[in-house]
């Protein structure tokens, strides 16, 4: 069964202080990892597909890499409108997707 | 419209009676899914469509869950004899092409409550 573990459950940084956040998945036959930001009360906003291990996605502060068993959503410089849930997907076929349970980041001014 | 849109954003509904949960894709888009997040979690893979055909419905939790979408666009989840782990948000997605590449477009969800 797929399974995908997100951590921290929580994090709260300071303005421009950069961090990660961790999704370690274990599938079998993966054909694209998604990250997504879902603000309280909305549906979840889709930001980067990565589709193989060394690939890397940009956009404004956030950066996707994956590796075989995880990836990694870096934030730098964050700002306190990046504050929300982060959430992980994997998909290992036509359909369905398989989520973690997200990481709540919170960023202070 | 521009986006998916869902109704109604809240249902209170008392155990026992039915509901019926409405989506609106965006217009053109071929495959509509359903998913199931509970508070503190992540959604859940209901069931998936491309365009009329329900192509997996491996994720419905009981016989009490039915899906459609008769002609490729609206769909309808119907929950029958709601119970209370029944309460939830339910969100539809929906992405142009067939299949689930991933960029998937999110309604704000349905949120139900079953007292």
């Known amino acids: 069964e797929d399974q995908v573990t997100q951590s921290p459950e929580a994090l709260r940084l300071q303005e421009g202080e950069s961090s990660s956040l961790n999704c370690s998945y274990t599938v079998s036959g993966l054909r694209g990892l998604f990250w997504y930001r879902q603000d309280p009360g909305k549906g979840p906003e889709f930001l980067f597909t990565l589709y193989s291990a060394g690939e890397e996605k940009e956009k404004e502060r956030l950066k996707a890499t994956l590796t075989k068993k995880e990836s990694f959503l870096h934030i730098t410089a964050p700002k306190p409108e990046d504050s929300a849930t982060y959430l992980c997907a994997v998909n290992t076929n036509a359909g369905k997707s398989t989520f973690g349970d997200g990481t709540t980041l919170t960023v202070k001014p | 419209g521009a986006g998916v849109s869902q109704s109604p954003r809240y249902k209170v509904a008392k155990r026992g009676q039915d509901v019926a949960l409405r989506c609106d894709p965006i217009s053109g888009h071929v495959s509509l899914f359903w998913y199931q997040q509970a508070l503190g979690q992540g959604p859940e893979f209901l069931t998936y469509?491309?365009?009329?055909?329900?192509?997996?419905k491996s994720g419905l939790p009981s016989d009490r869950f039915f899906a459609e979408r008769p002609e490729g666009s609206v769909s309808t989840l119907k929950i029958q004899r709601t119970q209370q782990e029944d309460s939830a948000v339910y969100l539809c997605?929906?992405?142009?092409?067939?299949?689930?590449?991933?960029?998937?477009?999110f309604g704000e969800g349905s949120r139900l409550t079953v007292l």
């Open positions: 469509f491309q365009n009329e055909a329900q192509l997996d």
């Open positions: 997605a929906s992405s142009l092409g067939g299949g689930n590449t991933g960029e998937l477009f």
